[in-house]
């Protein structure tokens, strides 16, 4: 899982499913760090989201510039 934060601080709560188990896990994020290409990952997750949402018929126009935004934000080829 990945998340972009402007600090780290506070506290949330993980929610789900582990071999057809609900499972639940605070997480306290007083205590992370920011780690190095994290920020790519996040990118490719939010393009991949953002594709899937195109595919389903969501509004292209909305969704196509996001997209382009995240990717050259994080200097990413997408299509």
Known sequence: MTAR????GGRVQLH??????AWSAPVQLET???G???DRLWAQA???DLQARLRRGDDEATLKPQIIRTALAAHLISR
């Open 16 to 21: 789900g499913t582990l071999a057809d188990r």
């Open 36 to 38: 190095q290409g994290l």
């Open 46 to 48: 939010r393009i991949d």
């Open 32 to 34: 992370s760090k920011p």
């Open 5 to 8: 934060l402007d600090a780290a």
